[in-house]
């Protein structure tokens, strides 16, 4: 008898056992989930693997639905419009717009959590050893385009408050970012109120998500958007269409070419 151990330990998971005509996921059989478990559930039942009370999947579903979409300005949104003119596929469009999001787009979420996880433990001198390794940005905070105030991130921290009595979280990484947003306000001498990436990062951390977790919850959350936008336009139509209208040039800024 052959040793296929090789072979069988070539990936090692804990999420998925399956054979013909049997599927578990981490542990439970598909059939007992389908119409018993919530999307958002199944995402952090399968990406996590803990229990999710009720009142912690509130908290998480409404994290994934407050980002879903930002609109065409949007890198992400706009790059999967653009390729849904280029004759490709839906899925190639969601890759597209997906591949958009990074430290800059998408990225701060992630960013905040650290930095909302240091806060916590070490008080807000860790600001200012965030910005001397970061830079001056704090992420979580500000919004170029929804001033004063995101419309988002009020009712995400209202649903934490209510989280908080409920003692479904413990409150302490939503007290560290109400920490750091007064301390900016005073520094700056106006409020700079928390953004969407602030406030879902603070029911990330209340939920005990590592911090590159928030960045792939965010992923996940903005491809809804992403697939939406990509769709309507596939269903709108238009070839090749680029980021701006034909009739727009762009600064040339090289040699004029034309001699002296």
Not at 23 to 32: D, F, Q, S, V, Y
Not at 126 to 141: D, K, Q
Not at 211 to 236: C, D, K, M, N, Y
Request: charged share 20%.
């Amino acid at each position: 008898m052959s040793d296929d151990s090789d072979v069988a330990d070539w990936w090692r998971t804990r999420i998925i056992d399956m054979e013909p005509g049997r599927i578990a996921l981490r542990g439970h059989p598909i059939e007992t989930l389908i119409g018993n478990m919530g999307f958002a559930e199944m995402i952090w039942h399968l990406v996590i693997g803990t229990p999710l009370s009720e009142a912690r999947a509130r908290l998480f579903e409404a994290a994934l639905v407050s980002a879903v979409d930002h609109g065409p300005q949007a890198p992400s949104i706009a790059a999967a419009r653009m390729a849904a003119t280029c004759g490709v596929g839906l899925q190639n469009a969601m890759a597209t717009g997906l591949n958009m999001l990074g430290d800059v787009h998408g990225g701060a979420g992630e960013q905040a959590v650290d930095l909302f996880g240091q806060v916590a433990v070490d008080g807000l001198e860790r600001l200012a050893a965030w910005r001397a390794e970061h830079g001056h940005y704090v992420p979580g905070f500000g919004h170029r385009f929804h001033t004063p105030t995101d419309p988002r991130a009020p009712r995400l921290m209202a649903l934490v408050d209510a989280a908080v009595q409920a003692s479904a979280v413990t409150g302490a990484f939503r007290d560290s970012a109400a920490r750091i947003e007064a301390h900016l306000a005073k520094e700056r001498g106006a409020p700079v109120p928390m953004n969407i990436d602030g406030a879902t990062a603070v029911i990330y951390a209340e939920l005990g998500c590592p911090a590159p977790l928030a960045r792939g919850f965010f992923g996940l959350s903005r491809s809804v958007g992403i697939l939406a936008h990509a769709w309507e336009q596939t269903e709108q139509g238009g070839r090749n269409k680029g980021p701006t209208p034909p009739g727009y040039r762009w600064t040339y800024d090289g040699d004029s070419g034309q001699g002296s």
